[in-house]
T-cell receptor
Framework: EDQVTQSPEALRLQEGESSSLNCSYT??????LFWYRQDPGKGPEFLFT???AGEEKEKERLKATLTKKESFLHITAPKPEDSATYLC????????????FGTGTRLLVSP | NAGVTQTPKFQVLKTGQSMTLQCAQD?????MYWYRQDPGMGLRLIYY???????DKGEVPNGYNVSRLNKREFSLRLESAAPSQTSVYFC????????????FGEGSWLTVV
């Protein structure tokens, strides 16, 4: 069974304090791993897709990396506006494409 | 760009009542999805439509029905609402082959009392 586990559940950082969020996955053949950002009362907003181990993608203060068992979302020098819930999801090769989501990491960045 | 639009945003139902959540996308995507999001459970797929004219069950389909009205619109119906269906519902869409990225609507908050 495809499964995604995110850690920590919640993370509180000071502005400028860099850290990483973890997404561990088991999937029957990875077609893609996705990172989304979700603000309170909003739908998930797409950030990155990673397709193969060793791949990295960056967007402003965010950098996503992928290994064969996990993905990391590195946040460098975060700002309060980076506060949100970050969701990880995987797409398996078998069957029709259906994303399997983790439960997310709630990030709070204090000024 | 509107993207994926859902209505209503908020709804309160009494147990046993029925209602339909509406979803429309303007990105010309073939595939559309309905998810529900509950605390501690993550997003779970209810139903999906791979293309116009087809629908299939996802992970948690019981108590729901869907209709793919045309390429743009995909509705979710609760025939007899139950308190367990209190949740936030998200519609999503994507185009197969275009990076597989799935785009989400803003959500519909449903409370069943």
């Amino acid at each position: 069974e495809d499964q995604v586990t995110q850690s920590p559940e919640a993370l509180r950082l000071q502005e400028g304090e860099s850290s990483s969020l973890n997404c561990s996955y088991t999937v029957s053949g990875l077609r893609g791993l996705f990172w989304y950002r979700q603000d309170p009362g909003k739908g998930p907003e797409f950030l990155f897709t990673l397709y193969s181990a060793g791949e990295e993608k960056e967007k402003e203060r965010l950098k996503a990396t992928l290994t064969k068992k996990e993905s990391f979302l590195h946040i460098t020098a975060p700002k309060p506006e980076d506060s949100a819930t970050y969701l990880c999801a995987v797409l398996a090769r078998t069957g029709f494409q259906k994303l399997v989501f983790g439960t997310g990491t709630r990030l709070l960045v204090s000024p | 760009n509107a993207g994926v639009t859902q209505t209503p945003k908020f709804q309160v139902l009494k147990t046993g009542q029925s209602m339909t959540l509406q979803c429309a996308q303007d990105m010309n995507h073939n595939s559309m999805y309905w998810y529900r999001q509950d605390p501690g459970m993550g997003l779970r797929l209810i139903y999906y439509s791979a293309s116009e004219g087809t629908t299939d069950k996802g992970e948690v389909p019981n108590g729901y029905n869907v209709s793919r009205l045309n390429k743009r619109e995909f509705s979710l119906r609760l025939e007899s609402a139950a308190p367990s269906q209190t949740s936030v519902y998200f519609c999503a869409s994507n185009e197969l082959g275009s990076g597989n990225t799935i785009y989400f609507g803003e959500g519909s908050w449903l409370t069943v009392v």
